[in-house]
């Protein structure tokens, strides 16, 4: 058993897409990991410390590598039963490739699907484009029954991309990402070096108070509604433990389709790569020489600092992500204190047992 304690990795298994858009960080340009770093790391998750297991299986776009995205499943899943692991797997898409087969595959093995998605047609098609500038709108709405027929509700996820363009709707969008029938969302921030106006980080924070109050509201109902980060605080207090209680070698690895393996997914194509990469194969990813295994707030610091604080500074992008947990928290915070409700305490154990993205 590996000493170190890993919780989530994350697997870009290509760098290719069907999709160019334009806010998009991602170079297309390592093709599809092998099977043999996909096991590595799949070994590295399960063998590692701890019970609770998060594999996340992201892009590019999974979907144009199922063979390898159903092998990387079926394996894991196998694994997970040989270590006593608890697994959660999830995979991102734009679904525009979905069929009947891969959603029944998805059902059959317990896999929650991400959908990356804006709202309405007019702002989803205004970022979210083909290479040749034709919005995808179209085939999400027209393969979300296909999700909806195969899935559980609470395994279908939506990634909610706001970009600053966008943000005017954000409440409009959110409303109709629920008419669409989510009911699980994480919300995406795109960083934007020169968008997020001071005006515009306004218009985010009124908009995220509106949809936290409608969060705590729908939560006591028969139709619950649950962000992202109100359930990693619910189920361990990731979003305000002290400084010094949490890894990123534990919560941010990834792994990507060469074999490089780093703790944040936008050094990928940093031209200093080479700093910040903690191994170049993932059977090889430990602890740095530095770091006994215990959390001790100097050392912390300065390894959080190194290896999450390397990539570009988006400052308005930043303050906009701070204002989101911020609210997440606030929301968590409210449904504990009211935990003795039996309805509230419903939605808590929900959340404790199921939801995980």
């Known amino acids: 058993m590996n000493k170190l304690t890993v919780r989530k990795v994350k697997l870009a298994l290509t760098t290719d897409c069907n999709l160019s858009c334009p806010y998009c960080f991602v170079e297309q340009d390592e093709g599809v990991m092998s099977w043999g770093v996909a096991r590595d790391a799949v070994d590295l998750l399960l063998r590692s410390a701890g019970r609770e297991k998060l594999l996340s299986l992201y892009g590019g776009e999974p979907l144009l590598c199922f063979d390898l995205v159903a092998r990387v499943v079926r394996y894991a899943r196998v694994q997970a039963g040989k270590t006593g692991k608890i697994l959660?797997?999830?995979?991102?898409?734009?679904?525009?490739?979905?069929?009947?087969?891969?959603?029944?595959f998805f059902a059959r093995e317990d896999v929650k699907v991400i959908v990356s998605v804006v709202g309405l047609r007019r702002d989803?098609?205004?970022?979210?484009?083909?290479?040749?500038?034709?919005?995808?709108?179209?085939?999400?709405?027209?393969?979300?029954?296909?999700?909806?027929e195969y899935l559980p509700r609470l395994n279908i996820g939506a990634a909610f991309c706001v970009h600053p363009l966008t943000v005017g709707s954000l409440l409009i969008n959110w409303a109709h990402l629920l008419e669409l029938g989510f009911r699980h969302v994480n919300i995406e921030i795109i960083r934007d070096q020169h968008g997020w106006t001071e005006r515009r980080q306004s218009l985010f924070a009124v908009a995220m108070k509106a949809i936290a109050r409608e969060v705590l509201i729908r939560a006591s109902s028969a139709d619950p509604v649950y962000l992202n980060p109100v359930n990693w605080e619910i189920r361990n207090g990731l979003l305000t433990?002290?400084?010094?209680?949490?890894?990123?070698?534990?919560?941010?690895?990834?792994?990507?389709?060469?074999?490089?393996v780093a703790c944040s997914p936008f050094l990928h194509n940093s031209p200093d790569i080479a700093r910040y990469q903690v191994a170049v194969q993932p059977a090889r990813v430990a602890r740095p020489a530095y770091c006994n295994g215990q959390l001790r707030p100097a050392v912390c610091a300065e390894c959080r600092q190194k290896y999450l604080s390397a990539e570009c500074s988006f400052p308005g992008a930043d303050q906009v992500?701070?204002?989101?947990?911020r609210q997440a928290v606030a929301v968590a915070r409210a449904l504990q204190s009211s935990s003795r409700r039996r309805d509230v305490r419903r939605y808590l154990d929900s959340i404790r047992q199921e939801v995980c993205f």
């Not at 959660?88 to 029944?104: E, H, R």
């Not at 433990?241 to 490089?260: D, K, M, N, Q, T």
């Not at 992500?321 to 947990?325: D, T």
């Open 88 to 104: 959660t797997i999830n995979l991102c898409t734009n679904l525009l490739l979905l069929d009947p087969q891969m959603a029944l």
């Open 241 to 260: 433990r002290p400084g010094a209680s949490w890894c990123p070698f534990e919560y941010f690895l990834e792994v990507y389709p060469r074999g490089g």
């Open 124 to 148: 989803h098609d205004r970022i979210r484009l083909s290479a040749t500038g034709v919005g995808s709108y179209s085939g999400v709405v027209k393969n979300l029954p296909l999700l909806f």
């Open 321 to 325: 992500r701070r204002e989101y947990l």
